[in-house]
């Protein structure tokens, strides 16, 4: 299972584009079994340079990297929380992705018609978002009976789920997001189920004209990308791309930019496994106990966990490898209790 990104916007402000530059860096089927297999969802692998030199280090024979999922979600139009376009169709498929990359146009061009006849990602920012608010209210309030019904009776959860959904009512009359609530771990858990759509992280992604690829974003929620740049990158070979991007004076691929940010939105850290066979990348979320780790590779490595050999990944490179680390005292022996951190070595010990 991997952690999925909705790409949302308004029609013809360059999603599919994007998606289809990104579906050329799938990761191999067989690698991630339990997949759908579904022409609007792409899995992609996230990019990581230390995986290569684990592989140099390892002599391993396979590279696996770690991956996430990418879906373009068409549809979206002012008003499809009263059914316009596709509606809410097109908001049950938001609901299920981990996270929202919301992409806005800041590119002339009379040839490709703007739904709103004209550019302003500011004015197109704020009539997405109002229309996730729109359809959270619905969901909210749809909920909030229910929830005071049961809250008569007495029950405790109900109680919490009631002050809950209030405070997240008066966010979303104001405007705000579902997040900007401030709730108690006990009201969060009484709502755990609700999957509001402006709970979920959300990326702007900007989609600017060539000549403003290099352009700084303004916080870090947000990205420049040029998503003609990223289709013209995508259909080259690896060395040609990375020549393209030293000509256009730029450091990193656009599309790699999204993931990452992607990645570190979704609060996510990475460990790694290395030896003769393979290096793989793994996928957790910050702040993961060793068990929880485990249990990504394999559901029995986390019921019969006993231990972790750790190793650092800078001691990992330092020492030429396992043996050396080991040798210079550098694997640790780690227990349950044990929080993984980014860029990790692991060995599970379990029975
Ligand atoms: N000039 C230019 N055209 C783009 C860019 N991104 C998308 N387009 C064009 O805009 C049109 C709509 O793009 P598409 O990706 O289908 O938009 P979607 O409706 O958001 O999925 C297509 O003709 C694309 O070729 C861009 O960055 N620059
Ligand atoms: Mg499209």
Redesign the pocket.
Known sequence: MSFSIGIV???????????KALTKKQVPAENFPFCTIDPNIGIVEVPDERLLKLTQISKSEKTIPTAIEFV?I?GLVKGAHKGEGLGNKFLSHIREVDAIAH?V?D?E?SN?QHVENSVDAKRDKEIILLELIMADLATVEKRLKDAHSQAKGGDKIAIKAVSALEKIKAQLDSEHMASDANLSDEEKFAIRDLQLLTQKPILTVV????EDANREPKNENEIII????E?ELAELSDEDARAMLKDLGMNQSGLDKLITASYRLLNLITFLTSGPQESRAWTVENGSTAPQAAGKIHTDFEKGFIRAEVIGYDDFVKYNGELGAKEAGKMNLEGKEYIMQDGDICHFLHN
Request: no cysteine.
């Open positions: 916007g308004l029609p013809n402000v360059g999603k599919s584009t994007l998606f373009d068409a992409v146009r590119f061009n490709i989609n600017v004209a060539e040029s998503a003609k740049i289709s």
